[in-house]
């Protein structure tokens, strides 16, 4: 990528840094991109998305077609990075990172439609909104426009991970995340006659703990998985048990069998342990993105392609946290590739930085990406 590319990546991220908006928000970052996408001549598809949109470069006809991932959005949190190109939106920061996925994604659409003439089929490079709201993906699956696609390929900063180093292994990468809403219905009393009522305080505190054995007792040692209860309330003075108190909290694994088996153990463990101290329970699970497992075969290409590029690959970073392209994923073969964005606080956290060096090597990435495996889908032809 010649130096002019490089400035203009290192502007169109601060531009983006600067000017960060939430989930389903994004129409002002909705229209950079496109200003840049047009200036360059890149096709933009039309589809029915309000924020978002995919950028389309047709190579040989004769190919199929491959898609890249960057999402656009950004989260409800105040910057404190320091950096000299801050947010200006007050209590709004690109605190994930997806703004440095959107500039690489921008600098390889740009990079491969100036090349298009010796591509080997079609690349579609989708410019996701809503990644953090964790419904983005399914918009974009709705659209239709990956129905042609081959394989797919999207990318997240790491960070304590060196710029140059890219993270990528077959298998599971990223956590199914669902949420579980808990309702006891007791019978409220005065503080001092508890006798006269049915304690919902005492069985929600008995069902926490409850809660914790699912893990440990339910499910292989080898199995990775989540239970943490993050809310509870109930009550709102010091003499009186109320009736009713509330649970919520969040569930992470990484096998499908292990979300089922959890699912039906709590909702067991609720409703027994609950009915045992007398008190009535409601048991809500609501299912977010599944866990996302890159694909065998197109993970070794990301990696192949990665030491080709004069990157060092490294395997995944296993995170607990969820990821909508798992949705993707779900659908067609799918690699969910991590890169080192150097020394940084965690992701979501208001010193979250990104080292600007990453963009160029990263739109590189992409472009080779997206080109080796137009290259190896058509190879597999002429061997079939
Ligand atoms: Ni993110």
């Given at each position: 990528?010649?130096?002019?590319?490089?400035?203009?990546?290192?502007?169109?991220?601060?531009?983006?840094?600067?000017?960060?908006?939430?989930?389903?928000?994004?129409?002002?970052?909705?229209?950079?991109?496109?200003?840049?996408?047009?200036?360059?001549?890149?096709?933009?598809?039309?589809?029915?998305?309000?924020?978002?949109?995919?950028?389309?470069?047709?190579?040989?006809?004769?190919?199929?077609?491959?898609?890249l991932r960057g999402d656009i959005d950004a989260l409800p949190i105040g910057e404190e990075s320091g950096v000299p190109y801050s947010s200006e939106r007050e209590g709004r920061m690109h605190a994930c990172g997806h703004d440095f996925h959107t500039t690489a994604a921008l600098g390889a659409a740009i990079a491969l439609h100036k090349r298009r003439e010796e591509l080997e089929g079609t690349v579609k490079v989708v410019f996701q909104p809503g990644e953090e709201s964790s419904r983005g993906a399914l918009l974009i699956t709705e659209s239709g426009v990956l129905k042609d696609v081959s394989v797919m390929f999207g990318i997240h900063g790491v960070v304590n991970v060196p710029v140059g180093t890219v993270a990528v292994s077959a298998g599971p990468v990223t956590a199914a995340v669902d949420r579980f809403q808990i309702v006891l219905q007791g019978k409220g009393s005065h503080g001092a006659e508890p006798q006269k009522g049915s304690d919902s305080i005492v069985a929600a505190a008995q069902l926490v703990t409850a809660l914790q054995t699912v893990v440990s007792r339910n499910l292989s040692p080898l199995s990775p998985a989540v239970v943490s209860v993050t809310r509870i309330q109930g009550g709102n003075t010091w003499n009186v048990l109320p009736a009713s108190v509330e649970l919520e909290g969040t569930v992470r694994t990484l096998a499908q069998e292990d979300r089922k088996r959890i699912a039906q153990r709590m909702q067991d463990l609720t409703q027994?342990?609950?009915?045992?101290?007398?008190?009535?329970?409601?048991?809500?699970?609501?299912?977010?993105?599944?866990?996302?497992?890159?694909?065998?075969?197109?993970s070794k290409l990301a990696g192949q392609v990665a030491l080709r590029q004069g990157l060092s690959a490294i395997p995944s970073q296993l995170y607990m946290g969820g990821e909508d392209f798992a949705y993707y994923q779900a659908l067609l073969p799918s690699v969910y590739i991590q890169i080192g964005i150097g020394d940084s606080a965690p992701l979501h956290h208001p010193a979250f930085r990104v080292d600007p060096g990453v963009l160029e090597p990263t739109a590189k990435y992409l472009v080779a990406l997206a080109e080796s495996a137009l290259l190896r889908i058509k190879n597999s032809k002429i061997t079939e």
């Open positions: 990528m010649a130096a002019h590319t490089e400035n203009s990546l290192r502007e169109y991220f601060e531009w983006f840094h600067r000017n960060p908006e939430l989930s389903f928000e994004e129409y002002q970052t909705t229209e950079k991109i496109k200003e840049i996408l047009e200036a360059a001549g890149v096709e933009i598809l039309p589809l029915p998305l309000r924020t978002g949109l995919v950028a389309v470069i047709r190579g040989k006809r004769t190919g199929k077609t491959v898609a027994n342990l609950c009915s045992a101290f007398d008190v009535a329970a409601d048991f809500q699970w609501i299912e977010g993105p599944p866990s996302a497992q890159n694909d065998f075969g197109w």
